[in-house]
C-alpha cells in the first residue's frame, strides 16, 4: 500500500515500488473537509494521485478518515492556540492518521507493507530498523516521523529517502507523471492563505487581545489582538525597546492576558519542560538519565547538544525560545542522522 498525496514524492515512491517489482496499491486519505488551496488535502491533489496511479496501472483507492482527522488533529490544534500554545498538526496527522489508521487498514487489508514518499531513510542492516535522516538534508522529514517506533518502522518503506529532490523530479519528468513538477506543499492543509490561521480560528473559537508586557521591568509596552497567534520566540509584531532591538515572546499568559517580552540576548533559555506522557522511544528503550543527545526543535532547526533529565531538556549551550506544542525530535549523539526518539514542549 502506497499513500499516495497527489504530490510529487508520492508519486515517484509509487513508481519506484512498481519498478521494482512490487505489487502496489495506492491510497489517498481524505482528511479535511472544508474549504483548502495549500497542503495536500484539495480535490486537485486527490485528482493528481488518480491520475499518477492510472499512469502506473496499478489500483487506486480513497479512504475517507476526515471524522478522526478532526478529532486527533484539527481539534485540539484550536485547543492548543487557545490555550497559548503552538502545535505541530503534521506530526499528530503521522501519528494518528498516517501511521496509526492507515497502518491498521494495511494490516486489515492484507497487504504486506505501507510506502510513503517521505524524505527518510530506514536502516534495516541490524537487528531492528532505525529511522535516519534522508539523504536531501534540506528536505528532510524524519523530524515529523521521529515519533514512530521500531514495530511501525518494520513495515514502513520510504523509498525517495536515497535520493534528492532534484532526482525524484527527474525521476519523475523521464517517467511523464503528471505531478512533476508540482511545487511542494508548504503550509497547514486545512487553512486556506487567504483568512491564513487567523482567519480559521476565529471560525472556531473566540480570539483574545492582551498586553506586551516587558519581563525584566513589568510595564505595558504595546497591545496585540490576538494572543492566540503569538508563538514563543516571534518577534514580528511586538515593537523594539529604547535601543531600537526587536522585542522577542518568551511567554504567552492567557489568564492574565498578556505576553512577556524580552531582548534576543535574555530571552535565551538553558533548558526546556517536555511532557512525560508524550515522550516515545524508537526502540522502546529510553536513554539513560543525563546521556547526551542531539535534539532538533524544528523541522529544519539546527540540531542542538542535550541531555534528559527529570522530562527536562537540559542544553549545552543557551537556545532560542521554543513554543509549547511543539515536537523534540532526539537524535543519537554518536550517530547524528538517527532518530532516537521524540517529546512534545510543555508549558
Known amino acids: 500500500m502506497v499513500a499516495m498525496s497527489g504530490g510529487v514524492d508520492s508519486s515517484v515512491a509509487a513508481s519506484l515500488l512498481c519498478e521494482q517489482g512490487h505489487d502496489v496499491t495506492g491510497v489517498t486519505l481524505k482528511l479535511w473537509d472544508g474549504p483548502s488551496d495549500t497542503g495536500c488535502c484539495s480535490v486537485a491533489d486527490v485528482d493528481d494521485a ?39 498538526p503534521c506530526i499528530e496527522c503521522n501519528r494518528h492518521l498516517k501511521f496509526g489508521s492507515l497502518l491498521e487498514m494495511m ?22 530498523p532505525e529511522l535516519v535522516r534522508g539523504v536531501d538534508n534540506k528536505k528532510d522529514q524524519s523530524y515529523v516521523l521521529s515519533m514512530l517506533n521500531a514495530q511501525q518502522l518494520s513495515v514502513l518503506h520510504l523509498p525517495v529517502g536515497e535520493m534528492t529532490k532534484d532526482e525524484v523530479r ?7 507523471l503528471r505531478t512533476s513538477m508540482k511545487p511542494d506543499s508548504q503550509d497547514v492543509c486545512f487553512i486556506q492563505s ?32 490576538a494572543l492566540e497567534l503569538i508563538t514563543l520566540g516571534q518577534r514580528q509584531g511586538l515593537g523594539v525597546d529604547a535601543e531600537g532591538i526587536k522585542r522577542v515572546a518568551v511567554k504567552v499568559d492567557m ?39 542531539i535534539t532538533q ?51
Open 50 to 88: 488518480q491520475r499518477v496511479a492510472s499512469q502506473l496501472k496499478i489500483p487506486f483507492h480513497v479512504a475517507n478518515m476526515s471524522e478522526a482527522f478532526n478529532t486527533h488533529v484539527v481539534e485540539p490544534y484550536v485547543e492548543a492556540h487557545a490555550q497559548g500554545q503552538t502545535p505541530n
Open 255 to 293: 489568564k492574565k492576558k498578556q505576553i512577556m517580552v524580552s531582548t534576543p540576548e535574555k530571552s535565551q533559555i538553558n533548558e526546556l519542560s517536555i511532557s512525560p506522557d508524550s515522550i516515545t522511544w524508537v526502540h522502546g528503550v529510553p536513554l539513560g538519565e543525563g546521556v547526551q543527545f
Open 107 to 128: 494490516d486489515r487489508l492484507g497487504f504486506d507493507a505501507l510506502a510513503t514518499g517521505h524524505h527518510a531513510r530506514i536502516r534495516r542492516d541490524g537487528a531492528t
Open 194 to 225: 487567504g483568512p491564513g490561521r487567523r482567519g480559521f480560528l476565529e471560525d472556531r473559537s473566540q480570539i483574545t487581545p492582551g498586553h506586551v508586557v516587558d519581563r525584566e521591568t513589568g510595564d505595558v509596552v504595546g497591545e496585540v489582538d
Open 170 to 176: 527527474q525521476h519523475a519528468l523521464q517517467r511523464g
Open 297 to 347: 526543535l524544528r523541522a529544519h532547526s539546527e540540531p542542538v547538544t542535550c541531555r534528559l533529565v527529570s522530562n527536562r531538556l537540559i542544553f549545552d549551550a543557551p537556545i532560542n525560545p521554543v513554543a509549547p506544542g511543539q515536537t523534540a525530535a532526539f537524535y543519537d549523539a554518536a550517530q547524528p542522522d538517527v532518530v532516537v526518539g521524540s517529546a512534545m514542549v510543555a508549558v
